[in-house]
């Protein structure tokens, strides 16, 4: 039974940083495409940051260019989220996840396998 659980949430002020990780049991991830999305209260779920399972490729959005730093270490099965520079913007519902294939994408729908998400919230 293949998971992912996320951890490093919690609550920081504004201009502080979270380092979230997402540790994958059931299945080994070293080959495919791992992602971060996140959510906020009453809209959708948004692209954050992905890595190829070399860590080769990574991709960002544009609201977290910069500030946020996605890396993964195959040995340990897990994805990291080094957040930088938060935001009150940047709150959110934090969600890990992970596609077969070997395709770069950005849209939920891709991804086969999800975390139960970790909470964020940046303070002013």
């Known amino acids: 039974q293949v998971q992912l659980v996320e951890s490093g949430g919690g609550l920081v002020q504004a201009g502080g940083s979270l380092r979230l990780s997402c540790a994958a049991s059931?299945?080994?991830?070293?080959?495919?495409?791992m992602a971060w999305f996140r959510q906020a209260p009453g809209k959708e779920r948004d692209f954050v940051a992905l890595?190829?399972?070399?860590?080769?490729?990574?991709i960002y959005a544009d609201s977290v260019k910069g500030r946020f730093t996605i890396s993964r270490d195959n040995v340990k099965n897990t994805v990291y989220l080094q957040m930088n520079s938060l935001k009150p913007d940047d709150t959110a519902v934090y969600f890990c996840?992970?596609?077969?294939?070997?395709?770069?994408?950005?849209?939920?729908?891709?991804?086969?396998?999800w975390g139960q998400g970790t909470q964020v919230t940046v303070s002013s």
């Open positions: 059931g299945r080994s991830f070293s080959s495919d495409y």
């Open positions: 996840a992970a596609r077969n294939g070997w395709r770069a994408t950005m849209a939920v729908s891709d991804y086969n396998y």
């Open positions: 890595i190829s399972g070399s860590a080769s490729v990574t």
